[in-house]
């Protein structure tokens, strides 16, 4: 059973960046779509971005030109780079890999940016 591996969150400060990393235990193969997702407290989980292979990329309104999502096949690995980290982006973030038959979620991190 292939898992993904999250790292990278942490406390930033306002206006600081982090980068998340997802890595895949094993191969995978059929794969759509790598995303990322984040759920505040209190909130259901939300998308952040996505990246349509082959290197399509979407992202919600808020993330736009602050976030990037990007990959690396040889390490099995998908990142999302955050810069000018706001107060309101303090969340779990999960990763999610989405084939033609299973999706593959990561076991989150948190991110916390304090007022």
């Known amino acids: 059973q292939v898992q993904l591996v999250q790292s990278g969150g942490g406390l930033v400060q306002p206006g600081g960046s982090l980068r998340l990393s997802c890595t895949a235990s094993?191969?995978?193969?059929?794969?759509?779509?790598m995303g990322w997702y984040r759920q505040a407290p209190g909130q259901e989980r939300a998308s952040v971005a996505l990246?349509?292979?082959?290197?399509?990329?979407q992202y919600e309104a808020s993330m736009q030109g602050r976030f990037t999502v990007s990959r690396d096949n040889a390490k099995n690995t998908v990142y999302l780079q955050m810069d000018e980290l706001r107060p309101e982006d303090t969340a779990v973030y999960y990763c999610?890999?989405?084939?033609?038959?299973?999706?593959?979620w990561g076991n989150g991190t948190l991110v916390t940016v304090p007022t």
């Open positions: 990246l349509i292979l082959p290197e399509t990329t």
């Open positions: 999610k890999i989405r084939t033609i038959d299973v999706d593959y």
């Open positions: 094993g191969s995978i193969v059929d794969i759509v779509t």
